[in-house]
């Protein structure tokens, strides 16, 4: 045997195995079934274990942990116990190692609530517009996660798991069904704001998974991704007539070597590459909608501005078959002082801005979602990696909460305008245990609506079966239509 | 090669935990935590992958270690009770993941993967709620 067959002899024993190895990587997923060009392609569409009640997923990740005391959850004994210490009772089984301390239960002076819809949920006077769609939510009032550093729990609310290493929820999404469009990746990361979120890409990446289930961070701007424009000094006719002519020469290389899969895998990224170099800037320029839309969103404000944009391009992303978009709040174009929802001060400042810049553009997405028919196959999640203490901290702030707060979802597959779950009557700790939903429970819930049996999303690491829900995640079933 | 690993270790714990008997209750606990605890996480999630693998020898082997092990912690915090301690729930917990471990061999044995998973899930999440109750500052 000589060397060149002798090499080629390897490389197509390898892709035998690679392809063996893949097949074996999805016990769930029926893959032996698959064709070859799903093997060759890892983003080839592929069938859930049962019919999906949604299409895509938009994440909202409100970054800083936003009080939910003081945007959902109304405690009128919280009100009546203002100012005093909080009883031993409602401390029992947690441990609270913030480094604030138990201080005096807090309520701002500046709060009301009110409540609204036929479903009469409440809602305080910091999310106005909000509010307005009260019959479209289904509030989880009973979330818990685990309190650590602001990075470390927002890793967890992405992938389940405190250590890094894991893939993002996103990440498996796109790994166990594909992508619905191959001019786009599954997968887009969106936020707003001077700088990518805290604890960057790790939150979006695939883990153990292959990479090419990561995220993709759009950048605010007119230019999403780094180098897909066309450099300055290079005409649009010369950069055609080069790509054409690679395209030539890779093509007759292909014709060369009939056999070589890995090439024909490769040309297609470069085919992909291409297209997303149209694809991309079109999914998320704003020129051709309508100002009656970007008003909605709140794309005519200062306040509003950035994350309306944010909001709008995820709505563009879902109508052109993107299956999860994360959207991680920063903050208003130019603020510097306030850049999360992190409030250990002040936090009538601090919400006051928030809960401004993010109330009219949500708002907006779910009218806009549910006039084009969208909000019915999407499922919009308003998440956090944890929330905050009704008890004080520096006076006028609030410290972190991970035993009991409120997360909602709207969308395809749910009870509208439904709550599970409660706090206790201050709003320190889950009511009923038996209640508490933790990330991967949210993760199972998803993952279901999506028409994916998390426990059968499975992926081989190391010789180990590994999940997307670590070893715990449950489907809250009593939020299901 | 891991499950060797973990059948090692748990016949050191098992050893270990018999020769504590006869030692001091606090020497019993700080031994609980750094060896059984572990074997007993590992084992956890060996269990959880060979179910999801459909492995069932293996899977069945592992559920038989972590019904032994949740015996041993059964029988630790029965007499940390008994000794005036505040262990209640860990006896209540400990008990109700041995019974779960016992639903997982029946599963296994029946060949039911699925029960099997959920009820893996149910004991995962009942270790869980125990660490979160005597989690320490």
Request: net charge negative; aromatic share 8%; glycine share 8%.
């Amino acid at each position: 045997m000589d060397n060149k067959s002798r090499r080629d002899f390897l490389k197509n024993s390898s892709l035998g195995v690679g392809g063996a190895a893949l097949a074996g990587a999805i016990p769930g997923l029926n893959i032996s079934a698959a064709s070859a060009a799903e093997l060759i392609d890892p983003l080839a569409p592929k069938d859930p274990h049962f019919p999906a009640k949604i299409k895509s997923v938009i994440w909202l990740h409100q970054n800083g942990a936003p009080s939910t005391l003081d945007l959902y959850d109304y405690k009128p004994e919280l009100v009546k116990q203002a100012g005093k210490g909080v009883p031993d009772s409602f401390l029992k089984g947690i441990k609270t190692s913030t480094q604030g301390g138990v201080n005096e239960l807090f309520v701002s002076n500046n709060r009301s609530w009110k409540q609204y819809g036929e479903s009469g949920a409440w809602f305080s006077n910091l999310l106005p517009n909000l509010a307005q769609h009260a019959d479209k939510l289904t509030f989880i009032k009973s979330s818990v996660t685990i309190g650590a550093t602001h990075d470390i729990s927002i890793l967890k609310l992405n992938t389940g798991d405190l250590n890094p290493g894991r893939p993002s929820l996103g990440a498996w999404i796109s790994y166990a069904l594909g992508s619905a469009n191959p001019d786009l990746p599954p997968y887009v990361v969106l936020y707003n704001g001077a700088s990518e979120p805290r604890a960057g890409s790790v939150n979006w990446n695939s883990g153990f998974l292959p990479a090419v289930y990561q995220g993709t961070a759009f950048r605010p701007g007119d230019s999403p991704i780094y180098y897909l424009d066309r450099p300055e000094l290079r005409t649009a006719l010369q950069q055609r007539n080069s790509l054409d002519l690679l395209n030539r020469l890779n093509k007759l290389g292909a014709e060369n070597r009939p056999l070589d899969t890995e090439l024909k895998a490769r040309l297609r990224s470069y085919d992909l590459a291409d297209r997303m170099q149209v694809a991309a800037p079109e999914a998320v320029d704003l020129s051709k909608e309508t100002d009656a839309t970007k008003k909605l969103y709140g794309i005519d404000d200062a306040i509003t501005g950035s994350y309306g944009t944010s909001l709008l391009r995820a709505r563009r992303l879902v109508e052109r078959g993107v299956r999860f978009i994360q959207v991680v709040s920063g903050a208003p174009d130019g603020e510097t002082e306030i850049t999360s929802w992190d409030a250990h001060d002040d936090l009538d400042k601090n919400h006051g801005l928030m809960a401004k810049m993010v109330d009219k553009p949500i708002a907006g997405l779910l009218e806009d979602l549910k006039s084009r028919g969208l909000l019915e196959s999407t499922l919009v999640v308003w998440t956090s990696e944890f929330s905050r203490t009704p008890w004080g901290e520096s006076g006028t702030g609030r410290d972190h909460n991970p035993w009991g707060y409120t997360q909602w979802m709207a969308g395809g597959g749910l009870k509208a305008g439904f709550t599970y779950g409660a706090t206790d009557e201050l709003g320190v700790q889950v009511a009923d245990k038996d209640t508490a939903v933790d990330t991967y429970d949210l993760h199972a819930t998803v993952l279901h609506l999506l028409g994916l049996n998390h426990l059968k999303t499975t992926f081989i690491n190391n010789g180990r079966s590994e999940r997307p829900t670590v070893v715990f995640g449950k489907v809250v079933k009593d939020i299901l239509a | 090669m891991r499950n060797l690993a973990v059948v090692l270790r748990f016949i050191s714990v098992v050893a270990l935990s018999g020769l504590l008997a006869v030692g001091s209750s606090i020497a019993e606990e700080t031994e609980m935590d750094m060896d059984l605890m572990q074997t007993i996480e590992d084992t956890n999630d060996s269990l959880s992958s060979n179910v999801a693998l459909e492995e069932g020898e293996a899977a069945i082997a592992d559920a038989k270690i972590l019904n032994e092990l949740f015996g041993v912690v059964e029988d630790h915090y029965t007499k940390e009770v008994a000794a005036g301690g505040d262990f209640a729930e860990a006896v209540d917990l400990s008990s109700k993941s041995k019974k779960l471990t016992a639903d997982i061999i029946d599963q296994l044995n029946a060949g039911d993967f699925e029960s099997a998973a959920n009820s893996a899930t149910d004991l995962a999440r009942t270790c869980k709620t125990c660490h979160n109750f005597y989690k320490e500052d």
